[in-house]
């Protein structure tokens, strides 16, 4: 098990939050994601989220939650939708760092058969991923979920996820322009292809399976 399956979401930490390490180098991703997309996503983008997290929580019931907690807590709350877009954002990148993987490889066995039995198979899947990442309008994420006994594809908008509805999430990837756009300039499909094909962390699925 490698490095980055090891470590699991830190949705058990309670304010102020860090923006925890990524669990590989910057340029580890390249060149299917460049050094600079990843220096920039993660320095910039993602601790922006979580120092904006910080503040806003400050002084409310908010500021010693489990950061999964407050999500789910504020999803449906339009008054709380600044705290909702941040606390998500940070768990969505937390965890979409962890989708990733340097030499990303293929689903294990059981994995496996679940996609064979759900999804039509690793190549279907990789497909119908690619394909609704590609249809997802604007910004947003793209899921493997495993939701009612079943493997499914999803997107969510914006900050959104399926954790925020007590789904359990076992792989993603930001299709924000920021996460491509550098490398890829307007081809999200060329380059959710290309993570699918050799960056998604399948330890880190298979871990997410059994504690879903
Ligand atoms: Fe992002």
Do not use: C
């Not at 340029?27 to 922006?48: F, M, N, Q, W």
């Not at 002084?59 to 606390?87: C, Q």
Request: proline share 5%; net charge negative; glycine share 8%.
């Amino acid at each position: 098990m490698n490095e980055a399956a090891a470590a699991p979401p830190a949705t058990d930490t309670v304010g102020p939050f860090t923006l925890t390490p990524l669990p590989y180098a910057e340029d580890a991703l390249a060149p299917v994601i460049s050094r600079k997309t990843v220096a920039l996503h993660y320095g910039e983008h993602h601790r922006t989220y979580v120092e904006k997290l910080n503040d806003l929580v400050k002084g409310t019931e908010f500021a010693r939650m489990p950061l999964d907690e407050i999500v789910k807590r504020t999803a449906a709350i339009a008054a709380r939708a600044a705290i909702f877009n941040n606390a998500g954002q940070a768990w969505n990148h937390h965890f979409y760092w962890r989708s990733l993987a340097p030499k990303g490889g293929r689903p294990g066995e059981e994995l496996r058969k679940r996609l064979d039995r759900d999804l039509g198979g690793y190549d279907a899947f990789a497909e119908a991923f690619t394909k609704t990442a590609t249809a997802q309008f604007g910004s947003g994420w793209v899921w493997l979920v495993f939701d009612g006994g079943t493997l499914k594809i999803v997107t969510t908008s914006n900050a959104d996820s399926p954790m925020a509805r007590g789904i359990t999430s076992l792989l993603t990837v930001d299709v924000w322009e920021h996460a491509y756009y550098l490398d890829y300039r307007n081809r999200r499909e060329e380059h959710v292809r290309e993570v699918v094909d050799q960056l998604l962390n399948w330890e880190f699925a298979a871990q997410n399976f059994g504690a879903g």
